[in-house]
């Protein structure tokens, strides 16, 4: 079992970043692709971002490549997203999610957190 804790949002304006955490307990994640998904007020969870085991691959959804960055941190069993030049339409709750597979498929993720709510003002 895996319990899974992200941290990092808030309120930030149009043109700014925040480092989110994803900080796991229960067992080690370092055999586990990490993802972050955002979910928005009315619509569907969707896929963010997405690293592989060791941090070697990554892989983005379309509108964050090039500003958010996911990496992670092994040995402190925790995973990071970096967004900078955030929009409003980034505005989401962000949950991070470990799953089996290199996936962008929601239903392939087994753990997930409760979820950090990232406001982008104008």
């Known amino acids: 079992q895996v319990q899974l804790v992200e941290s990092g949002g808030g309120l930030v304006q149009a043109g700014g970043s925040l480092r989110l955490f994803c900080a796991a307990s229960?067992?080690?994640?370092?055999?586990?692709?990490v993802g972050w998904f955002s979910q928005a007020p009315g619509k569907e969870r969707e896929f963010v971002a997405a690293?592989?085991?060791?941090?070697?691959?990554?892989v983005y959804a379309g509108s964050v490549k090039g500003r958010f960055t996911i990496s992670r941190d092994n040995a402190k069993n925790t995973g990071y997203m970096q967004m900078n030049n955030l929009k409003t339409e980034d505005t989401a709750v962000y949950y991070c999610?470990?799953?089996?597979?290199?996936?962008?498929?929601?239903?392939?993720?087994?753990?997930w957190g409760q979820g950090t709510q990232v406001t982008v003002s104008s």
């Open positions: 690293i592989s085991w060791g941090g070697g691959s990554t």
């Open positions: 999610g470990t799953s089996w597979k290199y996936t962008r498929q929601r239903a392939e993720y087994e753990y």
């Open positions: 229960g067992r080690t994640i370092d055999n586990y692709y």
